[in-house]
């Protein structure tokens, strides 16, 4: 009878083992973490915890079912994650709105809609009450990621960059581990939220890194070393801007065809009204036009020719825009009249249309009248650029379309706020470059976009009270400043026409000065 017993005991004892083991271990490393802060003694959701999609969390932690709160989730690329900018308007909005709505704002750097913001709209659509939607300008790369991916072969940016095969199944990886994170964190009552509770197989599958990092570190410190000095010769080379690495005005190679434009723009379409099928009677999709800077020169002009009349075209295309900035119009009009019908043309005829009839002597390309027609004509340039690295135009059409398709669906114009101004240097100041809204421009889309939470004009933010929503000296802010700056130091050597660059990187770094001086 006693050694029965004592068999079960040591059979009972064996099963539990693991668990005692396991529970000792967690006790360890739980205390590590709270004296140490090592990641390495994190657990899964803590490690996640401490990454950003750009400004906001990876994952956010279980909603508040409050009785009266609504949950709202946000999708789009930099510019609604508020890339550049000190404040989103996903912040203003909740800012404005109060505790009774809550704003999850999912957005990221470089995600195209299609395959990307998507697949993670789709994925958390079920805990949310309300989605804004703000996207549209990383289409044409999330179409080359899928040729990349199709053709197993890499892509070739005019500057003689390579988009990968492996790049892109990177991008794409990274992506699904967001939206998992993303869900799992929504799932607080689920086994699988449990077990990434544990800090015990993060920190086994640390040691490996531990061990390269803190013991063997000494053994390759002489090899580091010089291959620091190799890589900090590269970047110091493409900082000078040698012309290989700098794009060309013209080129003669396809990079879009009006065959793939018209995929890409059906593809957002599709993508657009799966997603509205899938809501429930109760959810809102509140979509809004993107805007985009369209004061900016077209990236790359296609031309049918020879290399040596591309070569030519291309010189009198620099001599037009040098004579624009240096403000003389009519010698930049004598040029732009040579060029060939294109996206240059179009750019530089615009903005000569766009000035008619002034009476100044000089023109400033940074103070002059803008009309709301004028800047419809530039939108157009879009949809002429080589490069389609805006949102097409035919892309807002179709979001403006969508008014009255359904009542679940809220069509937002942002752009007519943006178009109202009657000076170029208002304008300019709502973005912080080609593209990404300037804090001002970021209160015009949360302005924009009140009215569909039923709020009144009375509860639109003022344009002066706007330094009050944020802390423009933050930590945040500083950091969105420099992330802005850096883009410029690394665009400014193969931009083929910079001067606008060169008027937003000043304003950062003047920024940056008031707050670091």
């Given at each position: 009878m006693l050694k029965i017993k004592t068999s079960h005991f040591y059979f009972a004892l064996s099963l539990l083992s693991p668990l005692i083991v396991l529970g000792a271990a967690e006790i360890v490393l739980f205390f590590a973490y709270q004296s140490t802060g090592k990641h390495f003694f994190q657990n899964t959701l803590e490690s996640r915890s401490t990454h950003k999609l750009d400004r906001t969390s990876l994952s956010y932690l279980p909603l508040d079912s409050k009785l009266g709160t609504t949950s709202v989730a946000v999708f789009g690329g930099s510019s609604a994650a508020g890339y550049g900018s000190e404040i989103s308007f996903s912040d203003l909005l909740q800012?404005?709105?109060?505790?009774?709505?809550?704003?999850?704002?999912?957005?990221?750097?470089?995600?195209?809609?299609?395959?990307?913001?998507?697949?993670?709209?789709?994925?958390?659509?079920?805990?949310?009450?309300?989605?804004?939607?703000?996207?549209?300008?990383?289409?044409?790369?999330?179409?080359?990621?899928?040729?990349?991916?199709?053709?197993?072969?890499?892509?070739?940016?005019?500057?003689?960059?390579?988009?990968?095969?492996?790049?892109?199944?990177?991008?794409?990886?990274?992506?699904?581990?967001?939206?998992?994170?993303?869900?799992?964190?929504?799932?607080?009552?689920?086994?699988?939220?449990?077990?990434?509770?544990?800090?015990?197989?993060?920190?086994?599958?640390?040691?490996?890194?531990?061990?390269k990092h803190k013991f063997l570190s000494n053994s390759f410190s002489a090899m580091s070393i010089s291959d620091s000095v190799s890589s900090n010769s590269e970047v110091v080379d493409s900082a000078n801007?040698?012309?290989?690495?700098?794009?060309?005005?013209?080129?003669?190679?396809?990079?879009?065809?009006?065959?793939?434009?018209?995929?890409?723009?059906?593809?957002?379409?599709?993508?657009?009204?799966?997603?509205?099928?899938?809501?429930?009677?109760?959810?809102?999709l509140i979509i809004v036009t993107p805007v985009a800077n369209d004061l900016y020169p077209p990236y790359l002009n296609y031309l049918n020719e020879s290399n040596d009349k591309i070569l030519n075209h291309s010189s009198i295309t620099s001599f037009a825009?040098?004579?624009?900035?240096?403000?003389?119009?009519?010698?930049?009009?004598?040029?732009?009249?040579?060029?060939?019908?294109?996206?240059?043309?179009?750019?530089?005829?615009?903005?000569?249309?766009?000035?008619?009839?002034?009476?100044?002597s000089r023109f400033d390309f940074y103070d002059f009248r803008l009309t709301p027609a004028c800047l419809k004509k530039l939108a157009l340039v879009r949809d002429k650029d080589a490069l389609s690295m805006r949102v097409l135009t035919p892309v807002?059409?179709?979001?403006?379309?969508?008014?009255?398709?359904?009542?679940?669906?809220?069509?937002?114009?942002?752009?007519?706020?943006?178009?109202?101004?009657?000076?170029?240097?208002?304008?300019?100041?709502?973005?912080?470059?080609?593209?990404?809204?300037s804090a001002n421009g970021h209160l015009l889309i949360a302005n924009s976009i009140l009215p569909a939470f039923n709020a009144s004009s009375s509860d639109f933010i003022n344009s002066k009270s706007l330094a009050s929503y944020y802390d423009q000296c933050s930590p945040d802010s500083i950091q969105q400043i420099k992330v802005n700056r850096g883009w410029f130091n690394a665009f400014l050597p193969i931009s083929s026409v910079p001067n606008v660059h060169h008027h937003y990187l000043e304003k950062a770094s003047h920024k940056l000065s008031k707050c670091e001086g």
């Open positions: 800012k404005q709105l109060g505790d009774s709505f809550v704003f999850h704002n999912y957005s990221r750097s470089g995600n195209p809609f299609v395959g990307y913001q998507s697949k993670k709209l789709k994925a958390l659509l079920p805990y949310y009450d309300v989605i804004i939607l703000y996207s549209g300008h990383n289409e044409g790369i999330g179409y080359l990621h899928k040729k990349v991916a199709d053709n197993q072969t890499s892509f070739v940016w005019p500057n003689g960059k390579e988009l990968t095969l492996q790049d892109v199944r990177s991008y794409s990886k990274r992506t699904d581990w967001e939206i998992n994170s993303a869900v799992d964190a929504q799932n607080s009552g689920s086994l699988k939220h449990f077990l990434l509770r544990l800090r015990t197989p993060v920190f086994v599958s640390s040691i490996p890194h531990i061990i801007g040698h012309s290989d690495l700098r794009y060309p005005f013209d080129t003669s190679d396809i990079y879009f065809s009006d065959y793939e434009r018209k995929y890409i723009l059906n593809s957002f379409k599709a993508e657009i009204q799966n997603i509205i099928s899938l809501l429930s009677p109760t959810q809102k825009y040098k004579s624009l900035f240096k403000g003389d119009l009519a010698l930049s009009k004598i040029y732009t009249d040579q060029l060939s019908e294109g996206a240059h043309k179009y750019y530089l005829s615009s903005i000569h249309d766009c000035n008619y009839g002034s009476s100044s807002n059409e179709f979001i403006l379309s969508l008014q009255n398709y359904s009542e679940n669906v809220i069509v937002i114009n942002a752009i007519d706020s943006f178009q109202a101004v009657q000076k170029s240097t208002r304008y300019l100041d709502n973005f912080v470059d080609i593209l990404h809204p």
